[in-house]
């Protein structure tokens, strides 16, 4: 089984981090590299009714384009 590891590297060798820009807050933002994963939901924002869905389909990883916040 895949883990959330698993799943950034595949995504680096897409898009390598480094091609980001200096504010974009790229990367794992919330989570553990090794949890395994069986379900994955893809959005535009995080926003709170994306999260909600995403809990309520039991989804172990959560990929957006955009960052839960630009700056830490």
């Known amino acids: ?3 959330v590891g698993d799943i ?3 995504m680096e060798t897409i898009a390598p981090s480094f091609l980001a820009e200096d504010w974009d ?3 794992l933002q919330i ?3 090794d949890r395994q994963v ?3 939901c893809v959005a535009l924002d995080p926003l709170p009714e994306v999260i ?3 809990c309520n389909r039991q989804t172990d990883l959560l990929i ?3 960052p839960c ?3 830490p």
């Open 52 to 54: 909600s869905d995403a």
């Open 1 to 3: 089984m895949m883990t």
């Open 64 to 66: 957006t384009h955009h």
């Open 69 to 71: 916040c630009f700056l």
């Open 8 to 10: 950034i590297r595949i």
């Open 38 to 40: 069986k379900k994955v």
């Open 31 to 33: 989570g553990q590299h």
């Open 25 to 27: 807050n790229s990367g």
